[in-house]
Each structure stands twice: as structure tokens, then as C-alpha cells.
């Protein structure tokens, strides 16, 4: 059975401080991997997409990795901001195109206190 | 930010009420989506449309139904309200670029039925 399963559900950390929430999944085949942030009452927005042959992507603060012989994505916050507050879901493709298949994780809870 | 809106945002109504949650975008995608996401949970695929008077059934059973005779246009409607449909309700629309498929999503709507 594909799934995703992300860690840890829920985690609070203090404003500047560093973190990694972790993603595994059982996807094949295999195509690319999306972290997703959302916000309380909005829809999820893209942070990152990686594929087969990628290691590590970094959009501003947001980095993130995988290892794919592993199948284990990892998102790394630096330098936490209130804003940073969201759901982050983890997302993987079986197919690039429209005709593909995404199976969603369940999201890590991050609480950003000042 | 991505062009695609719903409406209402929020909807609490009764019992057997015939209710419609409006989706549209003004992207031009063909391929729309609806989604079911409790909290914590990961969101569900009940229905999605690769284009006009294309509509497709998705991975979770659901007894709404939904249209799609304008490309921008994709309403999903519940004949008969009941509280086990009470959940957050996403619209998302995707577009492939460089061989991967992109999704975007509405900022969702918040149905309670009592």
C-alpha cells in the first residue's frame, strides 16, 4: 500500500530557533516529492518539489532533502519566524504529469511561540 | 498567489439542505480537484475533471456530485446535507510545467451541518 507518513505530528518551537520535520513514504513508483505549507483556514501553497536525482532544495529559509534509496524527505526551517506557524504536508507523485497519482501525508503541526 | 476562489467560505446548515460549494479559477487549467480534510488528517480526493464535461470520481466514497461545463467552473454539490459531511472542503486546480504537475489550491470552505 502507498503511503506517506510524516513526524512529528505536532512540534513548538521557539521563534529563531532551527527544525526538521521528517517524511517517509512507500510511493512506487516514484516521481517527485512536494513539501506543501498551509496556513490555518487556507489552502496549501508549494515550498519545494525534488525528484529522483535531487538531494537537497532550498526555497529561502525552507530546505529540503531526500534521500530516495531511503525514501526519506526531510523539510529544515532556519531561523523560525511567527509566520512559520502551519500545517506542513508532505506530497508525492507516482507520475510528473496530470495522469499521476499524489499521495498526501498528514501534515506536521508547527507552533512558532515568540 | 494562485487565482482560484471558493465560496462560501464558511457554511453551517441543517439536515437533508441541498448544498453547492463553488470553485472557479481564472488560470485556464484543465485539471480540477476536490478535497475532503478533516483536522489532522491528510486530505481525501472525492472528485477531480481532466477538463470540460470530464468528471471523475476519486479515491474516497463520497455522495456529492459535481459539474464541470465551464473550464474555470467546477461546483460540487450535496444533494442531502447529513453531519457526517460537516469537514473542510478544498478546490485545487494543476497545470504541468517541465514535465511536473503544479497544484493550486482554493483557500477551502468549512461546511457544519447540524
Known amino acids: 500500500k502507498n503511503q506517506v507518513e510524516q513526524s512529528p505530528q505536532s512540534l513548538i518551537i521557539l521563534e529563531g530557533k532551527n527544525c526538521t520535520l521528517q517524511?517517509?513514504?512507500?510511493?512506487?513508483?516514484?516521481?517527485?516529492l512536494r513539501w506543501y505549507k498551509q496556513d490555518t483556514g487556507r489552502g496549501p501553497v508549494s515550498l519545494t518539489i525534488?525528484?529522483?536525482?535531487?538531494n537537497t532544495k532550498s526555497n529561502g529559509r525552507y530546505t529540503a532533502t531526500l534521500d530516495a534509496d531511503t525514501k526519506q524527505s526531510s523539510l529544515h526551517i532556519t531561523a523560525s519566524q511567527l509566520s512559520d506557524s502551519a500545517s506542513y504536508i508532505c506530497v508525492v507523485s507516482d507520475r510528473g504529469s496530470t495522469l499521476g497519482r499524489l499521495y498526501f501525508g498528514r501534515g506536521t503541526q508547527l507552533t512558532v511561540w515568540p | 498567489e494562485a487565482d482560484i476562489y471558493q465560496t462560501p467560505r464558511y457554511l453551517v446548515i441543517g439536515t437533508g439542505k441541498k448544498i453547492t460549494l463553488e470553485c472557479s479559477q481564472t488560470m485556464g487549467h484543465d485539471k480540477m480537484y476536490w478535497y475532503q480534510q478533516d483536522p489532522g488528517m491528510e486530505l481525501h480526493l472525492i472528485h477531480y475533471s481532466y477538463g470540460v464535461n470530464s468528471t471523475e470520481k476519486g479515491d474516497l466514497s463520497s455522495e456529492s456530485t459535481v459539474s464541470r461545463i465551464r473550464t474555470e467552473h467546477f461546483p460540487l454539490t450535496l444533494e442531502s446535507a447529513r453531519p457526517s459531511h460537516t469537514s473542510q472542503y478544498l478546490c485545487?486546480?494543476?497545470?504541468?510545467?517541465?514535465?511536473?504537475?503544479?497544484?493550486?489550491f482554493g483557500p477551502g470552505t468549512r461546511l457544519l451541518v447540524l
Open positions: 525534488m525528484t529522483f536525482s535531487e
Open positions: 517524511c517517509n513514504y512507500t510511493v512506487s513508483p516514484f516521481s517527485n
Open positions: 485545487a486546480s494543476s497545470v504541468e510545467t517541465s514535465g511536473f504537475e503544479t497544484q493550486y
